[in-house]
């Protein structure tokens, strides 16, 4: 039979805003516990007390403290910001790896610029500083624009080596900006990056939520 705690577990599991005001000492347990527990009711087990919830929370609460210790810390010095950038998106096509190249070569003799490509399943995606635009127009011009996108920044996040089997590190970045109401564009990453693209006019609240 289903315990208390594993419905706590399952219940913050489902409300990660929830979670993240349990980490940041902003919730009253006794108050949350008498809102869930008709939730829990309704699962196949004995009575359910409030101060059986409540006690449930608290252990919940004190196992997500912890693991905030196990994200890691990002100091200023490990966000690159950089603005003028642009997406375009191309319908997938039997020469887009032809065009990919092309311009892959042509933007690599100016390296201080910034470009990704992306490809997906039926769409590739370019985003680059606006300065190779001239080059994407060029190398991309037989294939099937679905999508362009121009005022936007990027913001990288330099991570550990170590990030990989730490579970929850991306959630924790797009949480935050999720909670401030900032929508997110695209998102990229490498092993030890990761690049979010966002409106040139949010990525001022974004740098300052993601250094905190």
Same mark, same amino acid.
């Given at each position: 039979?289903?315990?208390?705690?594993?419905?706590?577990?399952?219940?913050?599991?489902?409300?990660?805003?929830?979670?993240?005001?349990?980490?940041?000492?902003?919730?009253?347990?006794?108050?949350?516990?008498?809102?869930?527990?008709?939730?829990?009711?309704?699962?196949?087990?004995?009575?359910?007390?409030?101060?059986?919830?409540?006690?449930?929370?608290?252990?919940?609460?004190?196992?997500?403290?912890?693991?905030?210790?196990?994200?890691?810390?990002?100091?200023?010095?490990?966000?690159?910001?950089?603005?003028?950038?642009?997406?375009? !998106?191309?319908?997938?096509? /039997? !020469?887009?790896?032809?065009?990919?190249? !092309?311009?892959?070569?042509?933007?690599?003799?100016?390296?201080?610029?910034?470009?990704?490509?992306? /490809?997906?399943?039926?769409?590739?995606?370019?985003?680059?500083?606006?300065?190779?635009?001239?080059?994407?127009?060029?190398?991309?011009?037989?294939?099937?624009? !679905?999508?362009?996108?121009?005022?936007?920044?990027?913001?990288?996040?330099?991570?550990?080596?170590?990030?990989?089997?730490?579970?929850?590190?991306?959630?924790?970045?797009?949480?935050?900006?999720?909670?401030?109401?900032?929508?997110?564009?695209?998102?990229?990453?490498?092993?030890?990056?990761?690049?979010?693209?966002?409106?040139?006019?949010?990525?001022?609240?974004?740098?300052?939520?993601?250094?905190?």
């Amino acid at each position: 039979m289903i315990t208390i705690g594993e419905l706590v577990n399952d219940y913050l599991k489902n409300h990660p805003f929830i979670e993240q005001s349990i980490e940041d000492d902003l919730i009253n347990y006794s108050s949350l516990a008498r809102k869930i527990k008709p939730i829990f009711e309704k699962k196949p087990m004995k009575r359910i007390e409030v101060s059986a919830v409540g006690m449930a929370l608290r252990r919940a609460a004190m196992q997500i403290k912890k693991k905030k210790n196990e994200y890691p810390v990002i100091s200023p010095e490990e966000l690159i910001v950089r603005s003028g950038i642009i997406e375009y !998106t191309f319908e997938k096509s /039997e !020469t887009i790896s032809s065009a990919v190249a !092309t311009f892959l070569q042509q933007s690599a003799k100016e390296k201080k610029y910034f470009s990704v490509v992306t /490809e997906g399943v039926f769409e590739v995606a370019v985003i680059m500083s606006k300065h190779y635009e001239h080059i994407a127009q060029e190398t991309f011009k037989n294939e099937k624009i !679905t999508a362009r996108q121009d005022r936007i920044s990027a913001i990288t996040i330099r991570l550990p080596k170590n990030n990989v089997i730490v579970p929850g590190v991306y959630f924790r970045f797009l949480q935050k900006l999720a909670w401030e109401d900032i929508n997110i564009i695209d998102i990229v990453s490498t092993h030890t990056e990761i690049t979010i693209l966002l409106s040139d006019d949010k990525v001022d609240r974004a740098f300052t939520l993601l250094k905190e």
